[in-house]
């Protein structure tokens, strides 16, 4: 069965470090999620990106955050300058298509942020 | 903008109880509507989906749920739960190219 694949399982940083957290979608999907979940708080959306563009995005997706599919394979979330309230279990997914197709997700990034 | 509440952050029922996990949704257009379930250290697991059509909608694991507009609710319910549905439920609604889902509702099932 095809899946979401997400690598590093965890990864560890210093506070003003660059991270990049990688996601393979299901390679015929068209559309790309990222998600963040806090420890014990609900799951946010982050932003969607279809066409090679972000088609939206939440409040919380700021300056620091940006996305990317280098390849046809590879969808990436960088955060610039991580700082502590970075640290959640970020989540991609993708779609077949808008809407009235389920997001698979990945199993998750953990970042920690030290 | 879309969004979720779902009533109960925890529910606790016994083993062979009903379960009903409540959903309340707000959306500008016909939504499109998600349960999820989460289990310990892993992903995001689709339960069940409503777009549109039939308002009943069944899915994995005995799990259904049911789209009532005048409520603009989507509870889900589980007549007879298992020990192996304890896991952290998400209520989802969809208006265009994100999801936004619910705080969760986390489920333990007591033998």
């Known amino acids: 069965e095809p899946e979401v694949t997400q690598t590093p399982s965890h990864q560890v940083t210093q506070m003003g470090q660059e991270v990049i957290l990688r996601c393979v979608p299901i390679?015929?999907?068209?559309?790309f999620y990222w998600y963040r979940q806090i420890l014990g708080q609900k799951v946010e959306f982050l932003v969607s990106?279809?066409?090679?563009?972000?088609?939206?995005k939440s409040e919380i997706f700021d300056d620091q955050f940006s996305v990317e599919r280098p390849d046809g394979s590879n969808f990436t979330l960088k955060i610039r300058s991580t700082k502590l309230e970075d640290s959640a279990m970020y989540f991609c997914?993708?779609?077949?298509?808008?809407?009235?197709?389920?997001?698979?997700f990945g199993q998750g990034t953990r970042l920690t942020v030290v | 903008a879309q969004s979720v509440t779902q009533l109960g952050s925890h529910v606790s029922v016994s083993e062979g109880a009903l379960v009903l996990l409540r959903c309340n949704y707000s959306?500008?257009?016909?939504?499109?509507l998600f349960w999820y379930v989460q289990y310990p250290n892993q992903g995001l697991q689709l339960l069940l989906k409503?777009?549109?059509?039939?308002?009943l909608v069944k899915g994995i694991n005995g799990f259904e749920a049911e789209f009532k507009k005048s409520e603009t609710s989507f509870h889900l319910t589980k007549p007879s739960a298992h020990m192996s549905d304890a896991a952290e439920y998400f209520c989802?609604?969809?208006?265009?190219?994100?999801?936004?889902f619910g705080a969760g509702t986390r489920l333990t099932v007591k033998p």
């Open positions: 997914a993708s779609s077949g298509q808008a809407r009235n197709t389920e997001a698979f």
């Open positions: 390679s015929n999907h068209l559309y």
């Open positions: 990106f279809y066409n090679n563009e972000i088609s939206e």
């Open positions: 959306s500008s257009v016909p939504p499109y």
């Open positions: 409503y777009t549109t059509g039939a308002t």
């Open positions: 989802a609604v969809s208006e265009a190219y994100d999801m936004r």
